[in-house]
């Protein structure tokens, strides 16, 4: 399975009419695909909206989108409103959970970290080593590395009822000595990553998002 992650920097002030256009035409859209979520930033970059769409391979989603304007069901009449638009490919690790409608949070954060080339082996290794410890705290929502777009990605989705719950639980995660997986490295004197930079953002679901 693949996850195109699309992220759209729309004007100040629009975004209750960039949702209400999406959500009107996804009806017609997800009978050819469902979306995973749409969410958009509440702390970070501000307006700006993430759309998740999964796909078996690259051919589906070509074939898929392809029926799809062919219909001209897609995309929305939101060109407007569009400062930029940039999409990444995600391959989920082996231990990342699939992303399925239901309620996780409603605020989300995600983490994207850029790592130095050559890195991704040693995150594979340490966050199935962490995660478990990590899960017995609180959920994930996915853990990916883009394949297509900006390269040496890795990201991060974690589901929170509340801000208050995202600081608490960070604080007992990290209270365990198991995490983050820098901890698990030192202690078992295994290899850290090296990361280049690092980005995080909170965001809320659009009311037609199948994740909430």
């Given at each position: 399975m693949i996850?195109?992650?699309?992220?759209?920097?729309?004007?100040p002030h629009s975004l209750p009419e960039v949702e209400k256009r999406f959500g009107e035409a996804y009806?017609?859209?997800?009978?050819?695909?469902?979306?995973?979520?749409?969410?958009?930033?509440?702390i970070g970059p501000l307006n700006q909206i993430i759309h998740v769409w999964p796909y078996k391979d690259l051919e589906e989603r070509g074939r898929i989108r392809a029926a799809a304007v062919k219909?001209?069901?897609?995309?929305p009449?939101?060109?407007?409103?569009?400062?930029?638009?940039?999409?990444?490919?995600?391959?989920?690790?082996?231990?990342?959970?699939?992303?399925k409608p239901g309620k996780m949070?409603?605020?989300?954060?995600?983490?994207?970290?850029?790592?130095?080339?050559?890195?991704?082996?040693?995150?594979?290794?340490?966050?199935?080593?962490?995660?478990?410890a990590r899960l017995k705290i609180g959920p994930v929502c996915a853990v990916w590395y883009s394949e297509l777009g900006g390269l040496n990605k890795f990201v991060h989705i974690w589901p929170y009822p509340t801000l208050d719950a995202r600081?608490?639980?960070?604080?007992?995660?990290?209270?365990?000595g198991m995490w983050p997986p820098s901890a698990v490295a030192k202690k078992e004197g295994l290899p850290v990553y090296q990361l280049l930079a690092q980005e995080n953002k909170i965001l809320m679901p659009a009311a037609f998002s199948p994740l909430q």
């Amino acid at each position: 399975m693949i996850y195109e992650v699309r992220t759209y920097d729309i004007k100040p002030h629009s975004l209750p009419e960039v949702e209400k256009r999406f959500g009107e035409a996804y009806e017609k859209r997800k009978k050819y695909s469902e979306l995973a979520a749409f969410w958009h930033t509440e702390i970070g970059p501000l307006n700006q909206i993430i759309h998740v769409w999964p796909y078996k391979d690259l051919e589906e989603r070509g074939r898929i989108r392809a029926a799809a304007v062919k219909d001209g069901v897609w995309p929305p009449k939101t060109g407007e409103f569009m400062l930029s638009m940039r999409s990444d490919i995600m391959i989920p690790f082996a231990f990342s959970p699939e992303i399925k409608p239901g309620k996780m949070g409603p605020y989300f954060e995600m983490r994207t970290y850029t790592y130095a080339s050559g890195e991704l082996p040693k995150f594979a290794q340490l966050w199935e080593k962490a995660l478990p410890a990590r899960l017995k705290i609180g959920p994930v929502c996915a853990v990916w590395y883009s394949e297509l777009g900006g390269l040496n990605k890795f990201v991060h989705i974690w589901p929170y009822p509340t801000l208050d719950a995202r600081n608490e639980t960070r604080t007992r995660a990290q209270a365990t000595g198991m995490w983050p997986p820098s901890a698990v490295a030192k202690k078992e004197g295994l290899p850290v990553y090296q990361l280049l930079a690092q980005e995080n953002k909170i965001l809320m679901p659009a009311a037609f998002s199948p994740l909430q």
